[in-house]
């Protein structure tokens, strides 16, 4: 399984919604990737920033997965990829 870069947008956004209580709608998400620090993200949540590590990511990913497939996925069996854009390749 695959997850496109809009869907771990989405996957981040909905997980910090529901972790903070407050609608989707108020948070916003970008993903990032450096060479030394590896895949991460910036949340803004009501204004206030929240960096995120690849761990988050995943987290988010795999409460994503669970909702939106109803499929139970483990942080171990996902593997984030960059190019142009990052995606998410998932064992399953």
């Not at 947008?9 to 989707?24: D, F, K, S, T």
């Not at 030394?36 to 988050?56: K, T």
């Not at 795999?62 to 995606?87: F, G, H, M």
């Amino acid at each position: 399984m695959r997850l496109t870069m809009d869907e771990i947008v989405n996957a981040v956004c909905l997980h910090m919604a529901e972790r903070h209580e407050v609608p989707v709608s108020a948070v916003e998400v970008e993903l990032l990737w450096d060479e030394e620090q590896g895949f991460g993200a910036e949340a803004w949540v009501q204004g206030r920033s929240r960096l995120l590590v690849e761990a988050n990511l995943k987290e988010s990913i795999v409460r994503y997965v669970l909702a939106e497939y109803a499929e139970r996925v483990y942080p171990s069996q996902i593997r984030l990829e960059v190019d142009d854009e990052i995606w998410a390749d998932i064992a399953v």
